[in-house]
């Protein structure tokens, strides 16, 4: 193949991983809306439970289509037992925030995540990091503690939640690049039973009874959530982190859309404020990481299909 050919490859390769980011970004919208409803009702635990069995539904085909030791013959496996652990804390606490926060709140501090992989890339994947983009993570990280309120509410559970939970789902973000020869159906997999056993730990005394109708939508918010990893998963391993990173905050115009539409909620001033900070300060570290083309599309090196 030569020169201009790889070229193209490659800028198809990132269009379709932005446009799976794109996607990606809706059906974890939809899946923070079902699940932000379902906690109002049932513990964090018992929805965790229940998703995970509903991702089945999604999973089970391809893993059918891959030999058994697919799921244990993994690269990097400290790493792969480091992003369970991550992703697993990532939604655990994203549920908990939002079953005292508004949706675009919480989703205000999870905007912080490019800010976040900006700085975790210079440590973790060896990415050059110029001094004005390390000026706008200070900046970023300026926009988080307004939004967090500088008050004695800055740390209740509910805000400590939504932050600790961002930055569990950056170092998801970033670990997802390390681990790119692994396929997507293996990664999600073991999410999900991560996912499972701390949902059963988790629901221990804390079980609810439920309808059929109520079990159909927690079966539904695994087959939504699943769908959304696989494509965020796919995504990531054809263009890069810094490329993608940005078109996260779409999630924040689609949790404002939903909180509205489905919970009547609406940011106030002060987290506008703060999320427009977070916003600009990434999209600078976007626009820098782009100047300084530290950045290099990947093609995927497995044939599963997000």
């Known amino acids: 193949m030569d020169k201009r050919a790889s070229s193209a490859f490659g800028a198809n390769a990132a269009l379709a991983g932005v446009l799976l980011f794109l996607l990606g970004a809706f059906m974890f919208s939809l ?35 891959q030999p ?10 400290p790493l792969q037992v480091l992003r369970v652990l991550f992703a697993t804390g990532d939604l655990a606490l994203f549920y908990a925030a939002v079953a005292y926060l ?11 995540g490019p800010i976040y992989v900006a700085a975790l890339s210079h440590f973790l994947l060896g990415e050059r990091i110029g001094w004005r983009r390390w000026l706008a993570v200070l900046i970023g990280f300026v926009g ?59 629901s221990i005394g804390q079980w609810s009874p439920f309808n059929v109708g109520e079990l159909l939508a927690l079966l539904l918010l695994g087959v939504v959530a699943c769908i959304a990893h696989l494509l965020i998963t796919r995504s990531l391993k054809l263009a890069p982190a810094s490329v993608l990173a ?10 404002v859309i939903l909180g ?6 609406l940011p106030d001033a002060q987290t506008w404020i703060g999320a427009g900070i977070i916003v600009i300060a990434g999209l600078f570290i976007f626009h820098r990481g782009n100047l300084k083309q530290d950045a290099e599309p990947v093609v995927p090196t497995d044939s599963s299909h997000g």
């Open 31 to 65: 899946n923070d809306a079902m699940g932000k409803w379902l906690v109002a009702s049932f513990s964090v635990g018992q929805v965790l439970v229940i998703r995970s069995f509903g991702a089945v539904f999604i999973l089970g085909p391809m893993i059918a289509r």
């Open 68 to 77: 058994i030791s697919a799921l244990y013959k993994v690269e990097r496996m």
């Open 260 to 265: 509205w539409l489905f919970f009547g909620d």
């Open 246 to 255: 940005p078109l996260q905050y779409t999630l924040l115009v689609w949790a």
């Open 144 to 202: 988080v503690v307004i939004a967090l309120r500088p008050s004695s509410e800055m740390l209740a559970w509910p805000s400590v939640f939504g932050l600790v939970g961002s930055l569990s789902f950056a170092l998801t973000l970033v670990l997802n690049r390390r681990l790119r020869a692994t396929t997507d159906a293996t990664l999600v997999t073991w999410q999900t039973i991560a996912g499972l056993i701390a949902g059963i730990f988790l």
């Open 102 to 112: 508004p949706l675009a709140d919480v989703m205000t501090f999870y905007m912080a």
